[in-house]
């Protein structure tokens, strides 16, 4: 028997134990390690909630959770209850699947301000993270600016926009969609440093804003290269640039706005105490499409400002990290003897859902290939783990005490909604009897 440790149970940990029980078959015995009561990582904190189903891969999960060799080890964090090299100890492998739930720093000054919140936070804030459930957003203002042109600065711009009704079906924590219910925000800016064909949003969730209820996106056709140069991007993109080509010619009036500022790079966020507004440096591009200022700056006002540039992995320590990249150091997802990387925490913060799945699959052939299926292991594995876990007092969330806390969630949902999330660990343990 082969003992396998995968740290973090989100979408590329649970791709990572699919792939090694299809390798292994009853040869390997799984424990998914996460520092949450929870299970799913950025399905459950990440994807928006008002995406259904492009949640709904959960259910995949979680049959790959209840099969008879696979465990989740809840409320167990792995730097604190156990080291990494106790862990490589007690198993043949150690998968790192702990995702980029950090945000990259917006390094401008003033970033420090009131009023400025990287998107980790207000994403997991919407959500309903535990570690985020208190962030209190300012919503009070007239303006807020988005910073990035990525699926995340869409989703942000669109949670901000979206009313109540909007938002039935989705599982948005409470305390987000009453917060939101009385926003006053009415203007969205979105900024990006390069041009309409250097976004990163896809087609489907760029179009999305064209629909929204009393929000309308609003672009400037001069920021556009000539129309016949579209051909020349890939499917993909000719289909988002579309998208935004189109905001164009929508009839106005709503409102509110989600005005796409392109060339706009934010130099300081500036304020008496709290962010009021951006100073942003009018950009263009270089030959090599990178963007340079040019000198020419001017202010959007904002009382929030969301920045939305990416992500990285937090560092564990004896783990060897590479800062620039925010992730990981690793090679094709080989950190060192026994230790493994998968997903952003191994590629950094890029790629959909599924692209985690041949990360897993190329990982478990690696592990495949270092410890043969069938081959004789000797590790203590699970047993080691709880042997340990029980002798520091910690205590450990099973799925089955998971499938409680989502019952209890399920039972509390508004009407509607598919679940009320609990915000706080303690209420999590609370649900289970635990104080
Ligand atoms: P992203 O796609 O890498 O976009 C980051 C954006 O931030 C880029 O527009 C980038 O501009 C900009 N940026 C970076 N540093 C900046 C700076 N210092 N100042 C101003 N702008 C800066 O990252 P993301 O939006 O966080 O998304 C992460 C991943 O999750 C992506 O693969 C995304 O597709 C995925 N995702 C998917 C969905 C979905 O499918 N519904 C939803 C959310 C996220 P440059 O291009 O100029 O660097």
């Known amino acids: 028997m082969r003992h396998v440790a995968v740290i973090g149970s989100g979408p590329a940990g649970y791709y990572s134990a699919e792939a090694l029980q299809k390798l292994y078959g009853d040869g390997v015995s799984i424990d998914m390690i996460d520092r949450l009561p929870v299970p799913y990582g950025l399905i459950r904190s990440g994807v928006a909630p008002d995406h259904q189903s492009i949640k709904a891969v959960y259910r995949r999960y979680e049959k790959v959770a209840l099969s008879h060799n696979v465990r989740f080890v809840g409320h167990v964090t792995v730097g604190e209850d156990v080291s990494v090299a106790e862990l490589l100890d007690l198993y043949d492998a150690v998968i790192l699947a702990t995702g980029a739930p950090h945000d990259r720093p917006l390094d401008i000054p003033g970033a420090d301000l009131p009023g400025v919140v990287g998107s980790a936070a207000f994403v997991g804030w919407y959500n309903g993270h535990p570690d985020f459930a208190e962030l209190d957003p300012p919503l009070d203002v007239g303006a807020a600016a988005v910073i990035g042109n990525g699926n995340v600065a869409l989703d942000v711009a669109r949670i901000l926009a979206k009313t109540r009704a909007e938002f039935a079906g989705s599982d948005i924590a409470g305390h987000a969609l009453d917060a939101l219910d009385s926003s006053s925000i009415r203007r969205i800016s979105v900024?990006?440093?390069?041009?309409?064909?250097?976004?990163?949003?896809?087609?489907?969730?760029?179009?999305?804003l064209g629909h929204l209820a009393e929000a309308e996106p609003k672009v400037d056709l001069v920021d556009f290269p000539p129309a016949a140069d579209d051909a020349l991007l890939e499917p993909g993109m000719r289909k988002s640039v579309t998208h935004l080509r189109d905001f164009a010619h929508l009839p106005g009036g709503k409102r509110k706005t989600i005005d796409f500022d392109f060339f706009?790079?934010?130099?300081?966020?500036?304020?008496?105490?709290?962010?009021?507004?951006?100073?942003?440096?009018?950009?263009?591009?270089?030959?090599?499409?990178?963007?340079?200022?040019?000198?020419?700056?001017?202010?959007?006002?904002?009382?929030?400002?969301?920045?939305?540039?990416?992500?990285?992995?937090?560092?564990?320590?004896?783990?060897?990290?590479?800062?620039?990249?925010g992730r990981f150091a690793n090679a094709d997802g080989v950190i060192a003897e026994g230790l493994y990387c998968v997903g952003w925490a191994r590629r950094g913060p890029t790629g959909t859902i599924g692209t985690n799945r041949p990360d897993g699959f190329e990982v478990a052939?690696?592990?495949?290939?270092?410890?043969?299926?069938?081959?004789?292991?000797?590790?203590?594995?699970?047993?080691?783990?709880?042997?340990?876990?029980?002798?520091?007092?910690?205590?450990?969330?099973?799925f089955r005490d998971w499938q409680r806390i989502e019952a209890a969630e399920t039972g509390r949902a508004r009407e509607g909604s598919p679940r009320e999330k609990f915000t706080s660990i303690a209420d999590m343990l609370a649900a289970l009897g635990r104080r």
């Open 264 to 325: 706009a790079m934010p130099v300081a966020v500036e304020g008496n105490g709290r962010a009021e507004h951006l100073v942003v440096e009018r950009t263009v591009l270089t030959d090599d499409l990178r963007s340079v200022g040019t000198g020419e700056r001017y202010q959007v006002p904002c009382g929030l400002v969301v920045s939305c540039i990416g992500y990285q992995t937090p560092p564990i320590d004896g783990v060897p990290y590479e800062h620039g990249r």
């Open 191 to 208: 900024l990006g440093r390069r041009g309409p064909h250097q976004i990163a949003m896809t087609p489907k969730e760029l179009g999305e």
């Open 365 to 398: 052939e690696k592990i495949a290939a270092a410890f043969p299926p069938g081959s004789a292991g000797g590790k203590a594995g699970g047993l080691g783990l709880d042997t340990l876990l029980h002798a520091r007092g910690a205590e450990p969330v099973a």
